[in-house]
């Protein structure tokens, strides 16, 4: 058996030679066909085959053409999820549990990050779908008509998460962001609130939330003349400096205001942090409910009341529905509403 690596190919100027099984297979003193078989269905070869294919991996640093192979096979073992943010951690939950029951069935997950603006959605979908992943993960149901026209054409099995609407693309695992608006309204209403106040992010699904929220107000008769309720919007992702700015721009110009609904929990972080920078007490002044149930609101001071999240029953359940789809099973039930829960803590 050769006891060096092959040489380095003749390769056009500025471009890396890569490795190829071929290559592998001189290493090893087998046949290409060998190779395969040892690394896709090891018990097909002998043990001293097997060892002597995995040196030579090893020594190479050759990595599978996985896209050759589901060209044959149709099928990757790759699913694309897709979401607005890295940059907080709501979620990451999501992300952490997919991942994990994608691999304990045998699949790898690629994440996106496509931003708040409908464009970097279309492009990142446009290059996923070229790729031709056995499913994908989208957050959110807010899509451009080219995107979903791709969507429902690429035959690729689709979840969207985190929303719920009567049209999905294809299958769905959300909540409804205007029955939370709703609720955290009647809430606060039944604390006590008359005047309460928004601070929210500006994208779809906080809108969603908003609205929810100013038609509880109205019906419940805490709009005022106004016939709404006075927001403070903050570009999304929000992050913590938009909840104080919010907070002081609403005080200066809602002084009487007993009641704060931020729409995450960063926000709401931002709304005590500037509260106690003014010696302000909560909830004896004013109320504060968050979004998110993130790890630190129940540690906070006062402990935050806010809105809890099933991320992992939604990852989870993402999964078996793209595995499911991508081995031909039936989904019986495509769409799951999983609600969600009104944490009480100090803060409401």
């Excluded at 490795?19 to 190779?35: F, N, P, W, Y």
């Excluded at 509260?275 to 968050?290: E, H, K, M, T």
């Amino acid at each position: 058996m050769p006891d060096t690596p092959p040489p380095a190919k003749t390769r056009a100027p500025g471009r890396r030679a890569s490795i190829t099984v071929h290559d592998v297979a001189r290493l090893a003193g087998v046949s290409a066909i060998t190779v395969s078989r040892a690394l896709n269905t090891p018990a097909q070869v002998s043990a001293e085959t097997l060892q002597r294919v995995r040196d030579a991996v090893q020594r190479t640093g050759y990595v599978p053409n996985l896209l050759a192979g589901g060209l044959r096979s149709s099928k990757s073992r790759l699913v694309a999820a897709v979401v607005p943010t890295l940059a907080g951690p709501v979620f990451l939950e999501t992300i952490e549990a997919l991942t994990a029951a994608l691999a304990e069935r045998g699949y790898q997950l690629m994440l996106g990050q496509s931003g708040y603006a409908d464009s970097r959605e279309d492009a990142l979908l446009d290059a996923i779908i070229g790729r031709r992943p056995d499913g994908i993960v989208l957050t959110g149901v807010m899509h451009t008509p080219d995107a979903r026209q791709r969507l429902l054409a690429c035959g690729i099995p689709v979840v969207e998460t985190w929303d719920l609407t009567p049209t999905p693309i294809d299958m769905l695992v959300g909540f409804s962001h205007k029955r939370i608006g709703e609720e955290v309204c009647e809430y606060l209403h039944r604390k006590g609130c008359r005047r309460p106040v928004l601070i929210s992010g500006d994208d779809a699904r906080a809108r969603r939330r908003h609205e929810g929220f100013v038609r509880a107000a109205a019906r419940l008769g805490m709009t005022g003349a106004t016939a709404t309720v006075p927001t403070w919007w903050v570009p999304a992702p929000a992050k913590l400096p938009g909840g104080r700015e919010g907070l002081t721009r609403l005080l200066a110009e809602h002084p009487g205001l007993d009641g704060v609904f931020c729409s995450s929990d960063l926000l709401a972080l931002g709304v005590l942090t500037e509260a106690q920078a003014r010696g302000l007490s909560v909830p004896r002044d004013f109320a504060v409910v968050g979004m998110g149930d993130l790890d630190f609101a129940a540690s906070l001071h006062p402990a935050l009341t806010t809105v809890r999240i099933d991320g992992t029953r939604i990852g989870r359940t993402s999964a078996a529905f793209i595995v499911d789809r991508a081995e031909g099973r039936a989904v019986a039930e495509p769409v799951v509403d999983i609600g969600f829960a009104l944490v009480e803590r100090h803060s409401a």
